[in-house]
């Protein structure tokens, strides 16, 4: 059945020690964060989002980057095997959470690693980027996983970003949006919009054909809005700085069954 639930996890007290790959490190105020994210999860509300709050797991600077730890397809959720270590023990809270809310429970198991962040769905077909965070056997075990419940799986490389929805996410149309510089090959997604930022790229569809987007990209929210999409704008600076993007402070739960 259709749901509107989505999961959140609020920051620890450890999160400015986070790991920081591809940008400099900066300094985390970790009160601003704190406000950040309730601001974000407040805009969820918002519009009509039941969040749910993973159990905190404050030994864990990244935890409130849930998105990493499970992938939901279906009423089915692939708890993941985060590809940096740090992040393993992550996963223990996030698949308590899934399993009370009745969905199934499957997972990556080694060798295999995958992070959320690596997996865009659009419709059925699934995108998985194979890159730092994500494996071949990652991948080969979401294709195992998912493409007996009907999902197309596309494997697509990712080298220059995080994760592939560092570099893409998509419109509700399913309009592939990304920062040509963060993205290895465009031509691999079927309709493409080149944005003019690299967070312009991260955007969390809310329903209602509006998109929750961070602040920090202005002119793509006004390319979007001259398109006649909704933009709600959030500030999340402080997670940025860790390479944190809207899309991974959120997992939604569209179709549960309970
Ligand atoms: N899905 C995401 O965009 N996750 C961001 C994770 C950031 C975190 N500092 C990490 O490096 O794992």
Redesign the pocket.
Same mark, same amino acid.
Request: aromatic share 4%.
């Given at each position: 059945m259709p749901s509107k639930k989505a999961l959140v996890r609020r920051p620890g007290p450890r999160l400015a020690e986070?790991?920081?790959?591809h940008i400099e490190r900066e300094k985390v105020d970790v009160d601003r964060a704190v406000e950040q994210w309730e601001a974000y999860v407040e805009a969820l509300r918002a519009h009509d989002w039941e969040t749910i709050e993973v159990e905190p797991a404050d030994d864990c600077p @990244?935890s409130v980057?849930v998105? @990493?730890t499970v992938v939901m397809y279906r009423n089915v959720a692939l708890i993941t095997r985060p590809g940096?270590e740090s992040?393993r023990k992550e996963t223990p809270g996030v698949e308590e959470a899934v399993a009370s809310l009745g969905c199934s429970v499957n997972w990556i198991w080694e060798p295999g690693t995958l992070? +959320? +962040?690596d997996v865009l769905k659009i419709a059925d077909t699934i995108y998985v980027g194979r890159g730092g965070r994500t494996n071949t056997a990652g991948v080969q075990q979401v294709r195992a996983a998912f493409e007996p419940l009907g999902a197309r799986v596309v494997a697509v490389p990712v080298s220059k970003v995080?994760?592939l929805?560092?570099a893409v996410t998509a419109l509700p149309d399913g309009t592939v949006l990304g920062h040509i510089p963060s993205v290895d090959r465009p031509s691999l997604f079927p309709g493409f919009l080149s944005v003019p930022e690299q967070s312009g790229a991260h955007v969390v569809l809310l329903g209602g054909g509006k998109l929750l987007m961070a602040d920090s990209a202005p002119k793509t929210a006004e390319l979007l809005t001259d398109l006649g999409h909704e933009v709600v704008a959030v500030d999340i600076g402080e997670f940025e700085k860790?390479? +944190?993007?809207v899309?991974?402070l959120s997992v939604r739960l569209r179709e549960l069954y309970a």
């Open positions: 986070g790991l920081v790959t @990244d980057f998105e @990493d940096a992040r992070d +959320g +962040g995080l994760h929805k560092s860790l390479e +944190g993007c899309t991974c």
